[in-house]
């Protein structure tokens, strides 16, 4: 089965531009994770989906950022405009039900110059 | 106080040693504890998860939950080279099954 894919694998703007990054979550997973993952921070939730719709956004940094996922299938995350702090990698989990273990994608090396 | 506290390391094991990896977190209506592995460059992977107290084995892995002492643990046994990687703590909070607080890590080597 595949498992959690994400876009790009690599990210290097300036700052200032739009980034994008796009998650597919496992088929039949109902719950969506974005992480961050820093050397100073650590791995921190950012935001979570259940069945498409947001539960829980307050790890989101500010209003630069922002998440959507119009299907089951798709999931986004945004940063407008892009800051070098916001330099991380960004993982995107998934799971069928909220106490099960999440499994994570390759994740978004994204490089803000 | 950090809701989950891992020693960072490095723990240094020789091959084929016992390598105890710590855990403890601060809120007590946790239910669901899980380890993940993650070598440099990659991403978090599922190593054991545990619901109850007690232990739990899944071939040279044992996780070790005591929620009285708010501590979960992870031994790994005949630790290999290949063991060496930075291994997550994580753990639910209480009322939120899916959120997940993780811990910084505790890197681990394990030398020939």
């Known amino acids: 089965d595949a498992g959690v894919i994400q876009s790009p694998r690599h990210e290097v703007t300036e700052m200032g531009q739009e980034v994008t990054l796009r998650c597919k979550p496992i088929?039949?997973?109902?719950?969506l994770f974005w992480y961050r993952q820093t050397m100073m921070r650590g791995l921190e939730l950012l935001i979570y989906f259940n069945n498409n719709v947001p539960i829980d956004d307050s790890g989101m940094p500010e209003d630069r950022f922002s998440a959507k996922m119009p299907n089951a299938s798709f999931s986004t995350l945004k940063i407008q405009p892009s800051e070098p702090r916001d330099s991380a990698v960004y993982f995107c989990?998934?799971?069928?039900?909220?106490?099960?273990?999440?499994?994570f994608g390759d994740g978004t090396r994204l490089s803000i110059l | 106080q950090k809701e989950v506290e891992q020693n960072s390391g490095p723990l240094s094991v020789p091959e084929g040693a016992i390598a105890s990896l710590n855990c403890t977190y601060s809120?007590?209506?946790?239910?669901?504890f899980f380890w993940y592995r993650q070598y440099s460059g990659k991403s978090p992977e599922l190593i054991m998860f545990i619901y109850s107290n007690g232990d739990k084995e899944d071939g040279r892995f044992t996780a070790q939950l005591n929620k009285a002492s708010q501590y979960v643990s992870l031994l790994i046994r005949d630790s290999q080279p290949s063991d060496s990687a930075t291994y997550l703590c994580a753990v639910n909070g209480a009322g939120t099954a899916s959120k997940l607080t993780f811990g910084t890590g505790t890197r681990l080597q394990v030398t020939l």
């Open positions: 088929s039949g997973h109902d719950y």
């Open positions: 809120d007590r209506g946790s239910q669901s």
């Open positions: 989990a998934s799971t069928s039900q909220g106490n099960q273990p999440q499994h």
